[in-house]
């Protein structure tokens, strides 16, 4: 009697062994699994013990165990293997879904702010004819003819430093009047195409001038000329002697106020009247 | 055969485990322990299920929506603790029906080409495929 009760209680403790040990390897399943499944894989594996035991004895559980161990460990795998894989995929599904919408959102807002910018540019520049002409105009040479005026952009030295490079000038046409001596005009030379220059007048029809190393005479007087650029001492038309030069009706004596580095009337002589465009009326501060 | 049976064609064939734990419940409710010596006792020992396999296929068969959960509660034949008892859905009965179509029309191709004798002797020539049936 004894006997049978230590072989019970050996048996009791052979099978709460190995339901416990069967419970400590269920860890290698993930934590869904195992806490939706966990207790009663431990059941049915008590279940199978108990039974292997009752029907078989102990040596029957050994290999009750062996089959158990490797089906846990595969079924562990199989199942590790298709949550991490269902994870990866919701959160590629997620990263996706939200790299999207973070996309729309900024294309959105990029839009938006380059609509908003292009609407304020537009308004500035149709205020701003300079602008205008900086953000339209890639030719900075060729007239545009704009309500209240024409501008053009300065683009050589030539009139520095009255008018630095690259500023824009509004000019107006002469109409009825003509051109004075001093005005700055805005030009074509046919023999240049498009090409509009701007240079001061020196000198109008019915004038006769002569160009020195240094001084310019105008019907016998020599010019005061504060406006030409300070050329440090070397003599200002060191390049083009112009020897009493009478200008005949409708011929203008144009020349830059920066003399050492100005294509003007003295290399390609007078122009004419009819491709005078304008006075220079106003000189913007854009631009350099 | 059913024109719905021909619509679950797509899901075919199934896992043996898959299909051995369908038709333990085509017999009634069981519990995983239940299920597990049916699959034995059906195959002869042919097929042992594992608890691993067994509670993977569970999950899978559940979430397919072919089995379903039913009540937990004791099992007079075993002991007084509570089981999580297991049952067929109807679209789980139609995917058992179909499968069972699939391997009998294999069977019927095996007979016609003299590969086994009628279905009554299978179980004598070739113990090893009753299981599949």
Redesign the interface.
Known sequence: MRRANRADHTTDFLLRLSDSFYQCLLVI?PPT?RR??GA??????R??CRATWNQRGGIALLGLWL??F???V???L??RWQSSKAAYRAATRRRGIMARRFKFKRNLAAGGVMLVTLLVLTCIASFVPPIHLALFRIEPQVALALPGGQYYQMPGPGMQPTIGGERYVAVDGYGSSKPQRGDIIAFYRPESGNLVFIKRVIAIPGDTIDITATSVILNGVTLHEPYIKDSHGLPNNFAARVTHVTLAAGQYFVMGDNRMDSSDSRFYGPILLQNIIGKVVEISSFGG | MSQGDESLHYLLPLAPAAFAILLSLAGGERHGYGIMQEVAASTKGGMRLGPGTLYRTIKQLLAAGWIEEADERTDPALNEERRRYYRLTALGRRVAQAEALRLARLVHQAQERKLLGSIGEVGEAQPGLEGML
């Open positions: 399943y699994f939706a499944y009663h894989m431990a059941q049915v594996f279940d199978c089959h158990a490797g089906d846990l595969a079924s562990a199989a199942e």
